[in-house]
Structure formats: C-alpha cells, structure tokens
C-alpha cells in the first residue's frame, strides 16, 4: 500500500531535550512538508523541501531542524529552542510543490 | 488580512440532508488552488476536493462539490446526503502561486451529523 508514515503516534518528551519525528513516504512525491497543529487552529507550515538534499523555512521554523537525504524520508528534529512545542504534528507530501499535499497520520508531541 | 477565512466554527445537519461549509479566500495572485481537507478524530488529514483558478467548472468528487465564486472569491464545500461518517472537522486551504510555502489553511469547521 502506498502512503505516508508518521511514527510515533505518541511521544512524550522532558523539556530541554531534543526529540525527532519520523515520516516517510512511497508515493514517490518530491515534495515533503511539516505542519503543526494547536488546539483549535489550522495548520502552520515548519519546513517544506521541494527534492532531495533542499528544504526551506516556513512560517514557524524557529526551534525545528529537518533534514532531505532521502526522497522517501523527511525526519523533523524539534530543539530545545522550541519554547513550546506541545502540539500535533503533520508530515505532507506531493508529486511537486504545486500538487495537491497528502498528509500522514501525525504525531502528538507532549513536553512534560 | 487572513488569506483564508472559515466563518462557521461548528455546524450541525441532519443525516441524509445537505450542507454547506462556507470559505473565503483572499489573494491577488492570478494562480492558486483550493482544498478542501476533513481532520476525523484521529487527526489524519483527509484530501476531499480541489479547485483551480483557472478551472471553468465546479469541482465534484461523489457527495463533495466545491462552489466556486471566483468573483466573491468564495469556495465553498457542499455535501449531500450527510452521513453520521461525515462528522470531523473540516479545513479550506489555498495554494497561492505554483510554490509550495505557499499554503494556508482556515481554522476549520466543526461539523456534527445528527441521527
């Protein structure tokens, strides 16, 4: 089955440390991108990368690092500098930048 | 000003009758798209429907139709027959331009199916 993976569902993290969020996709999409998500709120852009080896800032990539190493991989590390970083996180692909984005099942960060 | 715009925070229908979940957009670029996403329970984002801005017609995909109002720069989502399935939590986006920074999604409508 093609799709797009998030793992884990569930994380729980003690504060000042950091902590990465895998996603992964077969789909065979160049793009990739990284949403979060409050309560009641729509989504915010983190990072996006257009192909391998290249990603962009989005709106709120203050505290976040990614990496593009591979096409099917987009793992987003969340830092220490997140000042607040409780929040549901969305990993997104698409064929390219302009193409509709198909997102995974999240992640749900807790700092304690 | 917010480039989209979701006035309805919760919206209640009846199953097996129609509603519609308002959006409006606002944007100078000639080219964008719209979306239309459903968030269940669960969190997973679900794509539903998409219109061009060049697109003549109304997009449709099953029970979803998208009426779009280029002038009111409206696009609105329309689902027939609702089913208790139906009820989540419904997000308009718009891509502005052929760049994929550039996505904005509304804060969302809350729909509930009553039985």
């Known amino acids: 089955d093609g799709g797009i993976t998030q793992s884990p569902k569930y994380l729980f993290r003690k504060e000042g440390q950091n902590v990465t969020l895998s996603c992964e996709q077969n789909?065979?999409?160049?793009?990739m991108y990284w949403y979060r998500q409050d309560p009641g709120q729509g989504l915010r852009l983190i990072y996006y990368s257009q192909i391998v080896n290249d990603f962009q800032k989005g709106d709120i990539a203050e505290g976040y690092s990614v990496s593009r190493e591979k096409k099917e991989s987009f793992p987003l590390t969340v830092t220490s500098a997140q000042k607040n970083p409780t929040a549901f996180y969305l990993c997104?692909?698409?064929?390219?930048?302009?193409?509709?984005?198909?997102f995974g099942p999240g992640t749900r960060l807790t700092v304690l | 000003a917010q480039k989209i715009t979701q006035t309805q925070p919760g919206m209640f229908v009846q199953e097996k009758e129609a509603v519609t979940l308002d959006c409006t957009y606002d944007t100078s670029d000639p080219s964008y798209g719209l979306f239309w996403y459903k968030q269940p329970s669960s969190g997973e984002m679900i794509f539903l429907i998409y219109q061009g801005s060049y697109d003549q017609q109304n997009a449709t995909e099953g029970r979803y139709s998208l009426n779009f109002q280029k002038a009111r720069k409206s696009a609105n989502l329309v689902i027939s027959a609702s089913q208790l399935g139906d009820s989540a939590m419904y997000f308009c986006a718009m891509r502005e331009g052929l760049v994929g920074n550039q996505f904005y999604f509304g804060t969302g409508t809350s729909l509930t199916v009553i039985p």
């Open positions: 789909l065979n999409h160049d793009a």
């Open positions: 997104a692909s698409s064929y390219t930048s302009s193409d509709t984005q198909y």
